[in-house]
């Protein structure tokens, strides 16, 4: 836990019920992938391209 004073009035919730609210928000809004911009990638270091380049070599999509 990051805060161990804070106190909150809601409960926690976890990752796998908020990605299933987010889908269901974005179902509801007509929201694909296809409409959610991508990073440009401009302020990639050189370590990351060659990484996205050997996932993309061996027919991985990240």
């Known amino acids: 836990m990051a805060f161990r004073t804070y106190k909150s009035s809601r409960p926690a919730i976890s990752l796998d019920a908020f990605g299933r609210d987010v889908a269901r928000r974005r179902a509801e ?7 959610m911009p991508r990073n440009s990638g401009t302020r990639r ?7 996205l380049k050997a996932i993309k070599d061996i027919g991985g999509n990240w």
Do not use: R
């Open 29 to 35: 809004l007509g929201i694909t992938d296809a409409d």
């Open 45 to 51: 270091t050189e370590s990351k391209k060659v990484l």
